[in-house]
């Protein structure tokens, strides 16, 4: 991404997609947020002017970092990714101390709090915060960016900057700062106005025709018109339309949350997904699907499925780090199916059905029209359109071992957004290890010490299909949870 930003034909900065608008305007309310926050273990703590140099720098080579949103005081035009002219890097890149003993858990539960609390849509949207004393003399580092600046692969790409290859690199030059743009609400409303009815017109205009053209409205034929558009809307049903009943025990939502994770070896995980015939994405969630069955047994209420929506990712190598480039497809979750292999087949086939649809652009191409619509709407619109109990994304990071300011990165965690659902869970793969963290809804998951004990449990259904060759059974990372027990998992221990 080139650190001069671009300007259009009326000297103005880059837009936001209408997708990143409604993420944006989602920030100000907690049942919309949706931050991305990425939790990272490293093995020793970073030298500190090191560690605030390298986000220095990947902030000048990455616009993004230093960009802020500005909106119209009027909306007279579309709000707009402007390089913020008082951007204080000691503002974003912090550092706190975990209390003694400095566990996992205590890291983890900093984590969750952080996550609960909005970013400043004044600033740019992210912080980084490095939080030494944890145990065994290493650190972490904890990362909050908003949704609205880039999806989970995306950001994957626009922090590559901060990692090196080795402990001890060679210094590197400093980047040229970026340009900064001062642009103020009331002066992008004059600018708008100044284009009216142009404007209006236009962006009415574009986003009628760009939800046709996804369509394949342009036909001469009305008949064939009508066809196509029933075609495309039938075909975005089933890619986000509701495909199962919900649980009956997820139902509740509040604004309290709790994250847990375990570790898993990547070649493992992959023994087990060939030994069945499916990918890492087709044993992962299957063993999730394991985790929630087991859950669910436990609490007397067996089902058969339940709604889970899976984010695929759109992104080409042409598309920037920045924004948005997904869309979620719904499954029928099989969490009735007790052979995990039976499982990855029934998760495989769904997925190719889903990919194969002719609608997995649906999200960007109706985004253009709801982004006109006003906040209320858009938030009772939201609650409308979650046809989804869990919510499981998989984002693959790095091979190789990587650096930051002389520390080595162990693992890396996912704490991802709850939009409504009861639990959101993100694998990450990364140096030979997955991570599976389940954020949860505390009203919705009433017993954390059981659902630790089935995570646990499921996976291990799932890698025992790779036979005696794999490392370690799952682990939880946090070392605190009780040992399993196994009449609880039966169905047969207390409630």
């Known amino acids: 991404m080139s650190n001069e930003p671009e300007l259009d034909a009326a000297g103005l900065p880059e837009e936001l997609s209408p997708l990143d608008q409604i993420l944006h305007r989602g920030e100000g309310n907690p049942r919309t947020r949706s931050g991305i926050m990425t939790l990272e273990l490293l093995d020793t703590t970073p030298d500190w002017d090191k560690f ?6 990947a902030s000048r080579k990455v616009l993004r970092l230093r960009q802020k949103v500005v909106t119209p005081t009027l909306p007279t035009a579309a709000p707009r990714w402007v390089v913020d002219p008082d951007f204080n890097l000691d503002f974003h890149v912090r550092r706190v101390r975990v209390p003694h003993p400095g566990t996992f858990r205590q890291v983890m539960d900093l984590a969750e709090i952080a996550a609960q609390s909005p970013l400043d849509i004044s600033r740019p949207l992210w912080t980084a915060t490095l939080i030494e004393g944890v145990e065994n003399g290493r650190a972490a580092l904890m990362v909050h960016l908003s949704h609205a600046v880039t999806d989970g692969v995306g950001g994957v790409e626009m922090f590559a900057n901060l990692y090196d290859f080795e402990r001890d690199p060679p210094p590197q030059s400093t980047p040229p700062l970026p340009i900064p743009t001062d642009l103020s609400p009331n002066d992008l409303m004059r600018a708008g106005l100044n284009r009216l009815p142009g404007t209006i017109v236009g962006g009415v205009r574009d986003a009628l025709f760009g939800a046709a053209q996804a369509v394949g409205h342009v036909v001469r034929d009305p008949v064939s018109r009508l066809g196509s558009a029933f075609d495309y809307a039938m075909s975005g049903l089933r890619v986000v339309g509701p495909v199962a009943d919900p649980s009956p025990i997820l139902r509740r939502r509040s604004l309290s949350s709790r994250s847990d994770a375990i570790d898993i070896e990547f070649g493992d995980l992959h023994r087990a997904a060939k030994a069945a015939g499916g990918s890492i994405n087709d ?20 089902i058969a499925t339940l709604p889970m929506a899976v984010p695929v990712n759109l992104r080409s190598e042409a598309d920037p780090a920045g924004g948005n480039r997904f869309v979620g497809v719904n499954l029928a979750a099989p969490i009735g199916v007790s052979d995990p292999e039976l499982r990855i087949q029934d998760i495989r086939s769904q997925m190719t059905r889903k990919r194969d649809e002719r609608a997995m652009d649906m999200v960007g191409a109706i985004a253009p029209v709801v982004s006109l619509l006003p906040d209320t709407v858009l938030e009772s619109m939201a609650g409308a359109f979650v046809n989804s109990d869990v919510q499981a994304s998989n984002v693959p990071v790095y091979a190789g071992d990587t650096f930051i300011a002389g520390a080595k990165v162990l693992r890396q965690y996912g704490l991802g957004p ?78």
């Open 52 to 57: 605030r140099t390298r986000f220095d720098n």
């Open 283 to 302: 044993a992962y969630l299957a063993g999730l699907c394991g985790a929630l069955r087991l859950y669910h047994e436990a609490k007397g209420v067996p």
């Open 418 to 495: 709850l939009p409504g659902v009861a639990m959101m869970v993100v694998l990450i793969s990364r140096s030979g290890y997955c991570t599976v963290t389940a954020r949860y809804d505390r009203a919705a998951i009433t017993d954390p010490d059981l659902l630790a004990q089935c995570l646990l449990a499921g996976f291990d259904e799932v890698l025992a299909l790779g036979g005696d060759g794999r490392a370690v059974p799952a682990t939880f990372t946090a070392q605190t949870t009780p040992p399993a027990d196994s009449a609880r998992l039966n169905g047969s221990g207390p409630q």
